[in-house]
């Protein structure tokens, strides 16, 4: 138990349904598929394709992108070794409790440390934790890059940025490894439901939804 939680006498209450009570109303697994590599390599348009799949299959889930945490839950953190630690801690702890409620967490963090990873990876348990390792060559995701921050980067603007003036630490044995500047995105998002289904995280549901359709904003 952390100190600040020992000394002000916080106790975690159990309550009277299970993780296991809630994936049966789900009808699958509670787990959490983490998109990990550089900014613009594509972690969040697969997380979004991998989303409506599984929609369409009526699995609950909810996406979590790096830039929307960043405006909420982590706003207040800088891009500092340290607070990148800081950030993916809360993340994981947050996607920790949907994990508890039986929903398919998909994560896109950039998430550059392979301890940060790893520490989710423990908090969760090896069995709830999918890495899925977006490989992309530093000058493919320069060129894809719409909102011009390596350019910033280049031009040193923007400090600690990974790729270019962070490191970033690709994981070592990854669930799935995905060549985004080889790979379309929705046939990557099938490989990773492919990969689901083998290992019976999802099971194929006596309902289907109707086909999501997504809107252009």
């Known amino acids: ?33 983490w998109f990990t590599g550089l900014s613009a390599s ?5 997380a979004r394709h991998l989303e409506k799949k599984l929609y369409n299959l009526g699995c609950s889930t909810y996406v979590f992108d790096g830039d929307n945490v960043r405006h909420g839950l982590c706003g207040d953190l800088g891009f500092s070794p340290d607070d990148r630690e800081e950030n993916i801690r809360r993340i994981g ?4 409790l949907y994990v508890d409620a039986g929903i398919i967490a998909i994560a896109a963090f950039i998430s550059p440390y392979r301890k940060d990873r ?11 934790f999918m ?22 980067a280049r031009a040193g603007i923007i400090k600690e ?8 630490e690709s994981p070592d ?41 997504i809107r252009p904003v």
């Open 118 to 128: 790893e520490s989710i990876r423990e908090l969760l348990g090896k069995d709830r």
């Open 173 to 213: 044995t990854p669930d799935l490894i995905i060549r985004s500047y080889k790979e379309d995105a929705t046939a990557a998002a099938q490989r990773v439901l492919d990969l689901m289904e083998e290992r019976q995280i999802i099971k194929s549901p006596a309902v289907i939804k109707p086909p999501l359709v």
């Open 42 to 46: 594509g972690k969040s348009t697969i």
């Open 161 to 168: 940025f990974t790729g270019i003036s962070a490191p970033y």
């Open 1 to 33: 138990m952390n100190k600040p939680v020992e000394e002000n006498n916080v106790t975690w209450f159990n309550g009277y349904l299970t993780r296991e009570d809630r994936e049966k109303l789900h009808g699958h697994q509670g787990v959490v598929i």
């Open 131 to 152: 890495e899925i390792y977006i490989e992309c060559p530093v000058d493919v995701c320069e060129a894809r890059d719409q909102k011009g921050i390596y350019e910033k």
């Open 93 to 96: 702890e947050m996607v920790n």
